[in-house]
């Protein structure tokens, strides 16, 4: 059983910058794959960003590739999700979320009900 608290949401202007973090209790969180993805009112879940168990592989969605960067402390058992240049498309609830396993198939990788653990969300607001 994992459990993942995200932290770090908030209200910003375009263009600035927040970090997400997701703290996962446990003691085999580098056994994991772990994602963050999105939702905004009336829209599905989506794939944001992806970090393998290493670290050393990252995968991103186009919308946000160039200015989100992924990354991860096995040792803190923490996940992040830095985000430069916000846009107001870009406001949702952030969800963190882990998958058991060390593959990084892009087919399971990206899609929300590949996951078995997820976080309770993060709120982030980009006013314009």
């Known amino acids: 059983q994992v459990q993942l608290v995200e932290s770090g949401g908030g209200l910003v202007q375009a263009g600035g910058s927040l970090r997400l973090s997701c703290a996962a209790s446990?003691?085999?969180?580098?056994?994991?794959?772990m994602g963050w993805f999105r939702q905004a009112p009336g829209k599905e879940r989506e794939f944001v960003a992806a970090?393998?168990?290493?670290?050393?592989?990252?995968y991103y969605a186009d919308s946000v590739k160039g200015r989100f960067t992924i990354s991860r402390d096995n040792a803190k058992n923490t996940v992040y999700l830095q985000m430069n240049s916000l846009k107001p498309e870009d406001t949702a609830v952030y969800y963190c979320?882990?998958?058991?396993?060390?593959?990084?198939?892009?087919?399971?990788?990206?899609?929300?009900?590949?996951?078995?653990?997820w976080g309770q969300g993060t709120q982030v607001t980009v006013s314009s």
């Open positions: 979320a882990a998958r058991r396993g060390y593959d990084t198939i892009l087919t399971l990788t990206t899609r929300p009900g590949a996951y078995d653990y």
């Open positions: 970090v393998d168990w290493s670290g050393g592989w990252t």
């Open positions: 446990g003691r085999t969180f580098n056994s994991y794959l």
